[in-house]
């Protein structure tokens, strides 16, 4: 599903190579400045390698950023709407794929309500809603539990393990090694912008690989 | 336009229906609108050529600064706070998005404008005035230059602050109206200099468009002359549309 050669951007990230096959779930570890939300942004588009070459075989996938960047004056519907548009979804069936999704994350009673209303928690959940929308094959999540109180990261890891047993291939990045264990297949270990391992959750627990 | 570049566009008409400044700029015109019929009733005689004329200045100063005003801030707003990430990951190539915006803000300025003539065109009519070919023909032309700076603020807004994009399209629109008094001091052996022909080619001829004499004494442009003004300023704003989109689609977000 994805392939990854010798990317390189900026001075930021340096020769990552890697692969992930379909269903799977790759955790993307380091420390603050590794490089993780920059390998994100390349491989989704937002930022141009220097050098080396990857592959998506998907072309409909899902992103959850880092932070909420939403336009707060929104309201959570016309947001859900203006993406399923932008993913060509029927337009017939977009009132029941915005409940499906809403109610997924537990807010298809605040559909009405504009973003500025929502508290953190919420705004993550509207973050993953939106990225479930279409019900794509991949799933780009960049530290969906970071800044979370407890109950929301149990559910975010609620819900990204029912992607996972939907057969939804998911890279996400985090710090915490708890949830990279429960959630990962395989795990890629940045540190300064260099990939220090990539392998198999089994052989990385093995080696005890710190990022 | 394709389908994605239409959903942009309409979000964007949509969430500029939204910025209060908008609708206050939009109140200010209205309310010099008024002052300007106030001001003509002092006049005697051709009171609605005063009018027709203060209008169609205040008409032309509000949209510009309407086009400017979201050339400037909408698509750097959404590059500073990163909102647009989650539209550029979905499967929209950059030329759509970017031509979307572009048709979106150009919509909302065209909705204002058609307000603030509809309004201009009542108080003329209800003067006794008469809405003339050349009237019609310089709100076009107007229009147009709004849309040619608009594209301009756009383009800058990618490198400048809002404050700064606004001075040099400021300085555009006075280089831009005062092509042919630079032209002269160019034609001039004793002010003969490089800067000017360096003004004259890297600024669009504002001249062209300018046509309140004419509204004035009611002679509109051969079909001919307004044509070619519409030509060159779709020159000019594709020009412009073209270069922000080729900056846009290399950017590093």
């Known amino acids: 599903m994805i392939g990854v050669k010798d990317l390189s951007y900026s001075s930021i990230l340096d020769s990552i190579s890697f692969s992930l096959d379909e269903g799977k779930t790759l955790a993307v570890i380091g420390h603050n400045g590794a490089g993780k939300t920059t390998l994100f942004h390349v491989l989704l588009g937002l930022k141009f390698a220097t050098t080396g070459e990857f592959e998506i075989s998907e072309t409909k996938y899902g992103f959850v950023p880092e932070r909420p960047y939403l336009a707060m004056e929104e309201s959570f519907r016309a947001f859900l709407t203006v993406h399923l548009n932008l993913i060509s979804f029927p337009k017939n069936e977009q009132e029941s794929e915005i409940q499906r999704v809403a109610q997924q994350v537990g807010l298809q009673d605040e559909l009405h309500k504009k973003f500025k209303q929502f508290s953190k928690g919420m705004l993550q959940k509207s973050l993953i809603a939106q990225a479930m929308l279409g019900s794509p094959k991949l799933i780009f999540l960049d530290e969906p539990m970071s800044g979370l109180d407890p109950s929301s990261r149990e559910e975010t890891k609620k819900y990204l393990e029912q992607l996972k047993a939907g057969g939804v291939t998911l890279i996400f990045s985090s710090h915490v090694m708890e949830d990279v264990a429960a959630l990962a297949d395989q795990v890629l270990v940045l540190n300064q912008g260099k990939q220090t391992f990539f392998g198999s959750i089994q052989d990385w627990k093995r080696g005890g690989i710190a990022p | ?253």
């Open chain 2, 1 to 253: 336009m394709n389908y994605l570049s239409a959903r942009i566009a309409s979000h964007t008409f949509k969430s500029l229906l939204r910025e209060k400044i908008i609708f206050n700029v939009f109140g200010v015109t209205i309310l010099f609108l008024f002052f300007g019929y106030l001001a003509s009733l002092l006049v005697y005689g051709r009171q609605d050529r005063v009018m027709m004329d203060m209008g169609q200045v205040l008409n032309a100063l509000s949209i510009f600064a309407v086009a400017l005003g979201i050339g400037a801030r909408f698509l750097r707003q959404e590059i500073e706070s990163k909102t647009i990430y989650l539209y550029l990951t979905r499967p929209i190539s950059r030329s759509s998005f970017f031509l979307g915006r572009f048709i979106g803000m150009s919509s909302f300025a065209a909705l204002n404008f058609v307000i603030l003539t509809l309004i201009l065109s009542a108080a003329i009519v209800l003067m006794n005035g008469n809405l003339s070919t050349a009237f019609l023909q310089s709100s076009i032309l107007t229009f147009v230059e709004a849309l040619i700076l608009l594209a301009g603020a756009l383009l800058f807004s990618f490198w400048l602050r809002p404050a700064l994009v606004f001075m040099v399209m400021l300085a555009f629109i006075i280089l831009g109206h005062n092509h042919q008094m630079i032209q002269s001091l160019q034609a001039n052996p004793e002010t003969q200099s490089p800067v000017f022909v360096g003004l004259t080619a890297l600024t669009p001829n504002f001249s062209l468009f300018l046509m309140s004499d004419r509204v004035y004494y009611e002679q509109a442009l051969s079909a001919h002359d307004f044509t070619n003004a519409l030509l060159y300023g779709c020159v000019w704003l594709f020009f412009f549309l073209l270069l922000g989109n080729a900056v846009f689609s290399r950017k590093n977000l």
